[in-house]
């Protein structure tokens, strides 16, 4: 079936290190995919965003690294902050069989350490 | 623009009892969903609108869940009766353009059905 997942539900860093925060997703059909990161008692706040004809997007401190051939997809934090504490959700956008909107995975918890 | 804006921001009912969501997406949005965020499901799609027309509520759990868009700037999500399995935040979310892209989220409604 189709899916978007999260390889790891928690991941722990220094504060001041890279984070890489990764995702799988299984519907080849997918073309536009989006990191969104959420923080305790919010909704869930837009980083960044790929389409299927890249590979790499950059913004400010955050990549985003899209491998259409494994169905994998990264988030990596440069120079990790407290401020970057939160869940962190990949999303994609799934075409056909279904709703045309965002499916979520699972997301993973970043807790940075000081 | 205040971004998106629901109401209230918890609540809290006993079983059986009618509960309605408000949401009032960003000004200009086309698109409109309604989302539903667990700990053991993740966010779900529930139900989207494409200028105020539902489009797609294979996401709606039951009968017994419901949603509108009377106009532009309103839209409720309604469950009648409520039951304790409801207990979750709701999210609701506006985009400018295609379905799923770049999606705003409001803060949410946390719902708690005793």
């Known amino acids: 079936g189709e899916s978007v997942g999260l390889h790891l539900p928690t991941l722990s860093v220094q504060e001041g290190d890279n984070s890489i925060i990764n995702c799988a997703y299984s519907n080849s059909a997918s073309d536009y995919f989006i990191w969104y990161k959420q923080e305790s008692g919010k909704g869930p706040q837009f980083i960044i965003d790929?389409?299927?004809?890249?590979d790499k997007r950059q913004g400010q401190r955050v990549t985003v690294l899209l491998n259409k051939t494994v169905k994998h997809l990264s988030l990596q934090i440069a120079a990790t902050q407290p401020g970057d504490s939160a869940v962190y959700f990949c999303?994609?956008?799934?075409?056909?069989?279904?709703?045309?909107?965002?499916?979520f995975g699972k997301g993973t918890h970043l807790i940075i350490q000081p | 623009d205040a971004g998106v804006i629901q109401s209230p921001r918890h609540e809290v009912t006993e079983m059986g009892q009618e509960v309605t969501l408000r949401c009032k997406p960003i000004s200009g949005h086309d698109y409109l969903f309604w989302y539903r965020q667990t700990m053991m499901r993740g966010l779900e799609l529930l139900i989207y609108f494409n200028n105020n027309v539902p489009i797609d509520d294979s996401g709606m759990p039951e009968d017994r869940f419901s949603a509108k868009m009377p106009n532009a700037s309103f839209s409720t999500l309604k469950i009648q009766p409520s039951e304790p399995r409801d207990s979750a935040v709701y999210f609701c979310?506006?985009?400018?353009?295609?379905?799923?892209?770049?999606?705003?989220f409001g803060q949410g409604t946390r719902l708690t059905v005793v």
């Open positions: 999303a994609e956008n799934r075409r056909g069989g279904g709703a045309d909107g965002l499916t």
């Open positions: 790929i389409r299927s004809n890249m």
């Open positions: 979310a506006s985009s400018l353009y295609r379905a799923g892209t770049e999606a705003f």
